[in-house]
């Protein structure tokens, strides 16, 4: 079975799925719908795909089985339950809808016509993110006591009127009734999913603030913020959109009764860094070994999952439940810097 995708939204974000997807066996890009045509031809024309004109025809395209959803966050999830209830599967954009009951929606309409619905959390596939969750799992930091994330980025000053590629003029970015957040739910909300996945725990607790991006912008440039997990980690999160020179600075740091896991910026070349207070399988304490897995494109062993689950052979990579998850701790992270008080949460998923 070959799986065909239609693209919904052909702006910077798909740019990275067409790619994946030309490497991907078993899928193809079958259809393409964007308001600006010329998106949409750019990414179907090479690709021998359908260029539709609206939304309601690609839906009704027999040639595609799973609709990738690419759009503005506010169109996320009324884009993904209309193809939901057209009987496709859905692969949407992260955070997958603005609020967590947004988020079930979605999930229960995919439910009721038995399909698949996924989230865009593809980092999870680094192969550096992949090795730290197994050395983790495998206890060679041993208990963990403390994490810190850094989301810290060097964005231009176009970015809230067009995004990172400039492929689409639209402010949406910028204003939160529509975006729902800045830095930290565009960008930080991956670390958020990281944390989770690398290490199995729930977050319990936020404490947080916020700075907004400046005149004309509604949301948040710079954020700070205290976690706990529900094993008692704590986590520290900083992250900033507009930091002069910043480059390979989206990290993770795990702190652990034997040793210290330093996961470097997804898309840097440099190898996860393990320090070992301890002998631990082999490798000699008191200093740092690099772990350095072949490089892959993590969109393209994403993409496979998603693609596998569409043709009924595994569960979607990520999805609503995962969505749900670390939209949660953002929103928490808002509310705090809201009310000047920590947020509960309990941890369900």
């Excluded at 609206?54 to 009704?60: Q, Y």
Aim: proline share 5%; hydrophobic share 45%.
């Amino acid at each position: 079975m070959t799986v065909g995708f239609g693209l919904v939204g052909c702006g910077g974000a798909a740019l990275d799925i067409a790619r994946a997807l030309d490497h991907v066996a078993d899928a193809r890009i079958a259809a393409a719908f964007d308001r600006r045509t010329s998106n949409a031809e750019d990414l179907a024309a090479s690709r021998g795909a359908t260029v539709h004109t609206d939304l309601e025809a690609l839906l009704g395209d027999p040639s595609v089985d799973v609709v990738y959803v690419g759009l503005p966050h506010d169109l996320l999830e009324p884009t993904a339950l209309r193809a939901l209830e057209a009987g496709r599967h859905v692969l949407v954009e992260k955070p997958m809808a603005l609020t967590v009951e947004g988020i079930q929606r979605v999930e229960a309409a995919a439910r009721a016509r038995d399909r698949q619905a996924g989230v865009v959390f593809e980092l999870r596939e680094v192969a550096a993110i992949g090795a730290a969750r197994q050395l983790v799992r495998d206890g060679a930091i041993g208990a963990l006591r403390s994490v810190r994330l850094q989301t810290v980025i060097d964005k231009p000053a176009s970015y809230w009127r067009s995004g990172a590629t400039g492929r689409v003029a639209d402010e949406w970015r910028a204003h939160r009734d529509r975006a729902g957040g800045g830095v930290v739910l565009m960008n930080a909300i991956h670390q958020l999913d990281l944390l989770r996945w690398v290490t199995g725990r729930e977050v319990v607790r936020v404490t947080g603030e916020i700075e907004l991006a400046g005149e004309g912008i509604d949301v948040e440039d710079r954020a700070a913020a205290a976690i706990r997990l529900d094993d008692g980690t704590l986590v520290s999160l900083t992250a900033t959109a507009h930091s002069p020179g910043a480059r390979d600075q989206e990290r993770i740091e795990l702190d652990g009764t034997h040793g210290r896991l330093d996961l470097p910026d997804p898309y840097s070349t440099k190898p996860t860094q393990l320090y070992l207070a301890r002998t631990w399988n082999g490798l000699a304490p008191d200093r740092w070994h690099p772990i350095d897995p072949p490089s892959v494109d993590p969109y393209v062993p994403f993409l496979a999952g998603v693609t596998a689950a569409v043709a009924g052979h595994a569960r979607m990579p990520t999805g609503p439940r995962d969505a749900a998850a670390a939209l949660r701790v953002v929103l928490a992270i808002y509310a705090s810097a809201a009310s000047g008080r920590a947020i509960a949460l309990d941890g369900a998923t």
